[in-house]
Structures are given as C-alpha cells and as structure tokens.
C-alpha cells in the first residue's frame, strides 16, 4: 500500500466524520425551529380535516358536565368563564381569561382545558405553582366538578 | 420554566427521515473506519468486511425502527451521534487487537467482545424503549431506584461473587463474564435523585436557615438524599475508585443546583470538593502519586508507580499532530489500556487532533440535546432526569479526555461509547433510550385542548397524548 493511497484513506476518512458531525449540526440547527402551526389553522378557520369541529361549539353541553369555571375564594371571587371558550388561561396577565390580582399569581400561570369528557389543568411553569388539593401539579391534571384549583392565594373550582 | 407547545404555535417534527440519513452517515464512519484499519494495518479490505459490517448495520436499523414504532416523536440526533461513536470505538479497539495478535499477546479480542456488549447494550435499548412507555413512571420507584442502586455499589464487596482488578474492588463476575455493577447503579441513582428532587425541591430552596452566603435546607429535606450520597460516596472510596467517586459528586452538586436554582449549592459544593481534593492528597499516596504524574509527567517516566502510560498517550498524541498518522501507522499499543481508558489517545495519535476535535465536538452534542430535552420537558421529573443523564456524559468525558490530554489529573473512568467495557458500554445504550424516552414525551404536540365531538372522533384526536393523572 503506498504512502499516498493511506494519506488519501486517512483524509477521505476524516471528511466523512466530519460530514457527519456537520450534518447532525445542521439537523439540530433545522430542528430548532419546528414546525410552524399555520396562523389559519389555528384560528379555527376552516382547513381541511377539521371540519367536523366546527359546528361544535352550539353543541349543547351534556347534562352533568360542567360549564364554567368560578373563583370561590382570593382576591377576586365570583369571577368565572365558560367553558365553551376553553382553553382558558389563568393568570395576571390581560390575555387571561380569568385575570386575578393576586400577587402570587404568574402572568400565565395555568391552563384548563379539555381532553375528550374531560377536563384538566396544567401548570405553565408558574413561580408559585399550582395545586390540585393539596398536591402540586407537575403535568397535566384531571379535575371534576368541584374540585378545588389553587392558584396562589386563589381558589378556582369547575361549576355547573 | 414550562411553556407548553401549543400556545406558542410551536410544534416539534418527527425528523425520522432526518434520523436516518444521519444513521446511514453515521455507519459510514463506523464501517470506514473497520475498512481503513484493515487496509492500514494489513494492506488489504478486511475478509470479513460484509459480514461486519452487516451485523452493525443490523443493529443500528433495529434501533431505529424501535424509535420509529414506539418513540416517533424522539430526538432525532441522539441515535446517529451514539451509533458514530459506538462504531468508531470498535473500529479502534479492532486495530489495537490486531497489533496485540502480532506481538503475540494472548488478549486480542477486545473488538469482538465489544460487538457482543454492543448488541446486547442494542437489545437492553430496544426493550427499555419498547416497555417504558411513559418516563414519569419511574417515579413511583424513587426509593426502590436508590436503594438498589446502593445494593449494586455493595455487590463487588460480597466474597464470592465480587473481584478485585487493578487495584480496584468494583467488579463482580458471574457465570465467566465480569461485569462493574457500578455502571447501572449510576443510572439507577439519577432515577432516585430526580424522583426526590422534584418532590422536594421548593422546600430545599425555600424553607431553611441561612448560614454565610448559603440558604440550608432543613435537615429532614436534605435528609434522605444526603443519606444516599453520603452512602454511595463511602463505597465508591472504599472501593478506590477514584474515577466515579468524582462523576458521583459532580453528578449531585449538578442535579441539586438545577432542582433548585440555587448557585449557593456550586460554591459549597467547590469547597467540599476543594477540601475533599486536599484530604485525599494528604492521606492517599495514589492521588499523590497521580497529581505529581499530572504537573511533572516526564519526571516519574521511569519510577515504579510511574508516569509511563500518560507519557507515551502524550508523546503519541503530539507524533499524531493534526491529521495523524493514519490507522495502523502509529505505535498506540506501547500505551497501556490503549483500548480502554486511553483509547482518545489512540485516536489522537492515528486520526490527529481533527478527528479528536469531532469526538469531543459530538459528545458536547448529545449534552447539548440532553439539556435542549430537559428544557422542552412538560414535567419536573422528565427535566430532572435529563439533565443527570446528561451530566453523567458530560463529566465522565471531562475527566476521561481530561486526563488523557493532561489537563486535568488522570483518573480510571471510561469513555462513553468509546472505550472497550461491556458494563459501561450497555449502560450508556440504557441513557440514551432513556433520553429518548423523555425527549418523546416532551416533543410530542401537547394534546388536543379544545373540547372533542365525543361522537366522531376524527384522526386528529389520534394525536391525544396518554394523559395519566
């Protein structure tokens, strides 16, 4: 085997490694960014396949199942949304649906939201965290009717 | 910390295809570099090329269409990335065993070894991915984690199972094969440390008294897992294993501050392990004998317990200059372990500082994914457990390469994916499942949050997460 043929093995050979180790950059650096939901899309403005969705919301709700969410306890008690809305964003900010003065609320602090019958809550990486009784959420969380959510000195609960 | 998918308009693309293309560059690496070795070192394309080559490339697709069919959403630069360097490790150890068949050793089948604790690290990595379906439910097992995690550490102890080799208590051997039990404790002892950390976290970084510039926690929260620490690190010392001993502390100094945002925890943790440093140099000849190595190598290349090994991994190294000297064309066997702790050296000296730059460059890759997947993470848990598998990779190729290229003093730990160790080898294909485990939960489209027509359910509801409350 000549000097050259091996020179030429060893370079061709660290090309490749290094094509690869470009390319898993450049897979990284593509992946950063996602995929971008469509603006229509998510606006519910009719796209293909979601057709069936959108008649939905005049679906009367089923009897038993709750409506609105309602703060029963804080600063701001009887303020409530429906939950035909949902989902619905808890927090102090003035994009949420139920905005609360309590200064240990986050700006978006949390979420309800359905998932087929049933509803849940999820924290949004609030500083202060959100409970369902007793226990801090970590992911997204059943509750029922009446289930109490407290989201810093606030309680909110699902009502008929 | 969160902030969930769907609000930002942000969705994560599967990149399978992504991944394979990666995976088919990746092999090339693998596979060209088991070519060039033969051709180097032999003058000739390997016989056994074609067979070789297949059984790795069987593997690597068994891998991927396990990610493909129960983790599609998975990061998809985390398998080519472990692939690249698990086959570059064979190749090498496959070209200092043929030099060790010439010189007449008896020890000349590292590499086929390896390619049997590869494919079972493969088989352990499909089935961890196929069974655990959902990361979160290692966290029912926090306590059991850690303390098998702790029984394993005990186990080289046991007379009739465990063994000593080099100077270290750390390996077990049952039915012929030695396996470092250790290996999987690591693993297990991340599972127990972020399982506790997430449950406890607010309470170690809220409730406490404040002592110089510190908060400490009170004691009945540091309590239990300072314990298991605490327990581990005296095995690790009684065993001398220097090496792990380090990665252990590192990897708890590296979960606690994360869990608790506290920058208070990397100064304590400085100290004691500045103060821990100065104990062992007083009271252990070893540490002295490997910081005296460490500032004066070419001094002790003669003595007893001498510098000999770094030395030669030095000299070959700086002989290998930028692009080396090629596979097969250096002298990478007069380091001792070149196959194992030394093996970055071996590269160093045949493939030069290009390809030693691409090594490192694709560790600091598959940490960068691990905190990128510990950042999207939905769940406490999940980035816990990112992160810790991410510092363990991390730290283990700081010390390793660390002391190898003489920067840091040398201490015995191998190179993940690397270096020839069947424990290691498997238990590194266990994180890697694991990461992907999470990064699929965590890239997954948050599920469907308006409310769904129960009665027909079209194929978009397909995409409803597995919600367990």
């Known amino acids: 085997m000549s000097e050259l043929t091996l020179f030429l093995i060893r370079v061709a050979f660290l090309a490749i490694l290094w094509i690869f180790v470009l390319s898993a950059i450049s897979v990284i650096r593509s992946d950063m960014f996602g995929a971008r939901v469509p603006e229509t899309a998510r606006n519910g403005a009719p796209a293909p396949g979601r057709k069936s969705k959108a008649p939905k919301p005049n679906k009367k709700p089923r009897r038993g199942a709750p409506t609105h969410l309602l703060v029963v306890e804080g600063e701001n008690p009887g303020t409530r949304a429906e939950l035909a809305d949902a989902p619905l964003l808890i927090g102090r900010g003035s994009d949420a649906a139920i905005k609360l003065d309590d200064d240990y609320v986050s700006t978006r602090h949390a979420r309800v939201a359905a998932s087929g019958d049933e509803w849940f809550v999820e924290d949004l990486g609030s500083t202060n965290g959100t409970y369902v009784g007793p226990v801090r959420i970590t992911q997204p969380t059943t509750i029922g009717l009446g289930v109490q959510v407290r989201v810093g000195k606030t309680i909110l609960e699902l009502r008929k | ?469």
């Not at chain 2, 998918?5 to 995976?23: D, I, K, N, Q, Y």
């Not at chain 2, 060039?36 to 069987?58: F, I, M, N, R």
């Not at chain 2, 750390?170 to 972020?194: C, D, M, R, T, Y």
């Open chain 2, 1 to 469: 910390m969160t902030q969930t998918g769907t609000l930002m308009g942000f969705v994560h693309r599967r990149r399978r295809g992504a991944e394979l293309f990666l995976l088919v560059l990746a092999l090339a690496v693998g596979i060209g570099a088991y070519a060039a070795v033969g051709l180097g070192v032999e003058g000739v394309v390997p016989a056994d090329l074609v067979g070789y080559g297949g059984w790795l490339t069987a593997l690597i697709v068994a891998a991927h269409v396990t990610v493909r069919i129960v983790a599609p959403y998975a990061d998809p630069v985390l398998l080519p990335l472990v692939a690249a360097l698990n086959g570059l490790g064979l190749a090498v150890i496959r070209r200092l065993d043929l030099t060790y068949e010439a010189n007449g050793l008896d020890q000349h089948t590292f590499a086929r070894q390896q390619l049997i604790w590869m494919t079972l690290g493969v088989v352990l990595f499909i089935v961890t991915l196929a069974l655990l379906r959902d990361h979160r439910v290692l966290q029912r097992f926090t306590y059991t984690a850690g303390l098998l995690g702790i029984l394993l550490l005990i186990l080289p102890f046991l007379p009739l199972v465990g063994r000593e080799i080099n100077g270290a208590r750390i390996w077990i051997n049952v039915a012929g094969f030695s396996f470092q039990p250790g290996e999987v404790a690591k693993v297990l002892l991340v599972i127990a440390f972020s399982g506790y950390l997430v449950l406890h976290r607010d309470a170690l970084a809220l409730a406490g008294r404040r002592v110089l510039f510190v908060d400490l926690p009170r004691g009945r929260d540091l309590g239990p897992i300072l314990a298991m620490f605490g327990v581990s690190m005296m095995i690790l010392v009684l065993q001398n294993d220097l090496g792990s001993s380090l990665l252990f502390f590192g990897l708890f100094l590296a979960m606690l501050y994360v869990a608790t945002e506290r920058p208070g925890w990397l100064v304590v943790g400085g100290l004691l392990f500045g103060a821990g440093a100065l104990a062992a140099y007083t009271f252990v000849g070893n540490v002295q004998n490997r910081f005296n190595f460490w500032l004066d190598p070419l001094d002790y290349y003669e003595a007893s317990p001498g510098s000999y090994q770094l030395v030669e991994a030095l000299f070959g190294q700086s002989w290998g200059g930028l692009i080396g000297r090629g596979l097969g064309n250096g002298f990478p066997e007069r380091v001792p372990f070149a196959y194992s702790d030394f093996i970055v050296s071996t590269i160093g000296e045949e493939l030069g500082l290009t390809a030693v730059m691409a090594i490192i460059l694709c560790y600091g890759l598959i940490v960068e994914r691990a905190l990128r997947i510990a950042l999207i993470s939905r769940d406490g848990f999940g980035k816990l457990l990112a992160v810790g598998l991410g510092a363990i990779v991390a730290l283990q190729v700081f010390v390793v390469i660390g002391g190898v290229t003489g920067l840091i003093p040398l201490t015995g730990l191998t190179t993940p994916f690397l270096s020839y160790g069947g424990s290691s080898l498997v238990a590194n294909w266990v994180i890697v499942a694991l990461l992907l485990r999470v990064s699929d939960q965590a890239r997954r489209p948050a599920p469907r949050l308006d409310p769904v027509d129960d009665a027909g359910a079209d194929s978009e509801s397909t995409q409803v997460v597995k919600l367990r409350s």
